[in-house]
Nanobody
Framework: QAQLVESGGGLVQAGGSLTLSCVAS????????LGWYRQAPGKQRELVAV??????NYADSVKGRFSLSRDNAGNTVFLQMNSLKPEDTAVYYC?????????????WGQGTQVTVSS
């Protein structure tokens, strides 16, 4: 069974830190890409950070504050979020991209709420 399990969201004051984790399991193991997106109320879902196997891309808004790491097995990513701002408040979704034969399939986690109070 394909599954992305997220954890680590919560409420934090501005300037604080949180770490999100996402574990891919089942048929999603060893995805070609694994990372995080977020969606704030009334806004579109946007990229936060993604690891594409040696390369990590960050949204400009989080560069220097957020850090994405991936374990050696390639199935878990950690998003270390420092110097959090109220505008970081959103539901954070883990996304995995898995190669299946000649296609790429996307998988999404259920989302975890991050709330940053001012």
């Amino acid at each position: 069974q394909a599954q992305l399990v997220e954890s680590g969201g919560g409420l934090v004051q501005a300037g604080g830190s949180l770490t999100l984790s996402c574990v891919a399991s089942g048929s999603i193991v060893n995805p070609v890409a694994l990372g995080w997106y977020r969606q704030a109320p009334g806004k579109q879902r946007e990229l936060v950070a993604v690891d594409t196997g040696g390369l990590t891309n960050y949204a400009d808004s989080v560069k220097g504050r957020f850090s994405l790491s991936r374990d050696n097995a390639g199935n878990t990513v950690f998003l270390q979020m420092n110097s959090l701002k109220p505008e970081d408040t959103a539901v954070y979704y883990c996304k995995a991209v898995k190669r299946v034969f000649f296609t790429l399939q996307e998988y999404w986690g259920q989302g975890t709420q991050v709330t940053v109070s001012s």
